[in-house]
């Protein structure tokens, strides 16, 4: 059974920048899809970006493009979520969820593809 751990999450100014990993124990990324999403109080998960399964195909909000990166390492069986140029609106609790690689109809944004979630890491930008 997959199990995964966020870390990287604090406080931050706006402007600035914050990694965070996901550390997932399985024997090998390739067979899933893992996503990242954020939460504010009173407001729905929203998606954030996925790296897929064997091809490591990358996808993201529109929201966050240009400013986060996401990105694994096999090896580690981890994967980070670069945040550049942080904003206030980007404040909220970050998870990173495993969803099960080969979907013909995979919607990266769509909580119901993954089935494993992290307890999540606090991310607070301050203005």
């Known amino acids: 059974q997959v199990q995964l751990v966020e870390s990287g999450g604090g406080l931050v100014q706006a402007g600035g920048s914050l990694r965070l990993s996901c550390a997932v124990s399985a024997d090998t990324l390739n067979f899933y899809n893992i996503g990242w999403f954020r939460q504010v109080p009173g407001k729905e998960r929203e998606g954030v970006s996925c790296i897929s399964g064997w091809e490591g195909a990358t996808y993201y909000a529109d929201s966050v493009k240009g400013r986060f990166t996401i990105s694994r390492d096999n090896a580690k069986s981890t994967v980070y979520l670069q945040m550049n140029s942080l904003q206030p609106e980007d404040t909220a609790v970050y998870y990173c969820?495993?969803?099960?690689?080969?979907?013909?109809?995979?919607?990266?944004?769509?909580?119901?593809?993954?089935?494993?979630w992290g307890q999540g890491t606090q991310v607070t930008v301050s203005s």
């Open positions: 969820a495993a969803g099960v690689y080969g979907s013909k109809w995979f919607r990266w944004e769509g909580q119901y593809e993954y089935h494993k």
